[in-house]
């Protein structure tokens, strides 16, 4: 069983629909939650950064952490076809590297 | 304007020979790093630096080594004993091991 388990999609959504977006872990000592967009052929960008447990929110997109279930959640309401990327979450125990999930692929069609 | 550069942006690498890919940062970072990322893999970690003249090998080393000579520059090299090295390599940097990481746009290494 992997670290960081991510469903890789591809996921297609119409313009203006709420997308949520999981990662499940098993680590219960990973800490540090971060959400990353990458668009084809280019480097994935931060999103979101999350300590522990809670919300953020940023604009159209909100991350959720439930440490109880090793679960994460990435909202984009709204969605835009310029959302139309690969969202990778990434989580790390205090001083541990970064655990990448798969990435999701999204579309969201006009 | 900060930010990570790496090139080149595409790279063909012949039977048996090694070919450095460079990663430049101006964003002041002390740790930096290299992932691979292969379709429906994710990034894999080869290697970080923390500081300057130090560095550990990460999740899949073989077939790579790195330098840290400087602070804002941290390369990579494929060796010929990588026997599958057709990836995306990705170079990022964070201010801490603690801090998150920010990426460059990739360098695609092909076999010719």
New interface residues.
């Given amino acids: 069983q992997k670290e960081v388990e ?1 469903d ?1 999609g591809p996921l297609s959504v119409p313009e203006g629909a709420i997308v949520s977006l999981n990662c499940t872990y098993s680590n219960s000592a990973f800490q ?1 939650f ?1 959400w ?1 967009r990458q668009y084809s ?6 999103l979101m ?1 999350t300590y522990s447990s809670g919300n953020k929110e940023d604009g159209r997109f909100t991350a959720q952490v439930d440490k109880s279930s090793k679960y994460i959640s990435l909202f984009i309401r709204d969605s835009q076809p310029s959302d139309s990327a690969t969202y ?1 979450c990434a989580m ?1 125990e ?2 541990g ?2 655990i ?4 999701t692929e999204l579309s969201v069609k006009p | 304007d900060g930010g990570i550069t790496q090139s080149p942006k595409y790279l063909f690498r012949k039977e048996g020979q090694n070919v450095t890919l460079s990663c430049e940062q101006n964003l002041n970072h002390d740790a930096m790093y290299w992932y691979r990322q292969d379709p429906g893999q994710g990034l894999r970690l080869i290697y970080y630096s923390q500081i300057v003249n130090d560095f550990q090998k990460g999740d899949i080393a073989e077939g790579y080594s790195v330098s840290r000579e400087k602070k804002e520059s941290f390369p990579l090299t494929v060796t010929s004993a990588q026997k599958n090295p057709t990836a995306f390599y990705l170079c990022a940097s964070s201010k801490t091991v603690h801090q998150p990481q920010h990426f460059g746009d990739g360098t695609r290494l092909s076999i010719l």
């Fill in positions: 991510q890789p540090y971060m990353y052929r280019k480097g994935p960008e931060l950064y990778l790390s205090q001083g590297k970064l990448f999930g798969q990435g």
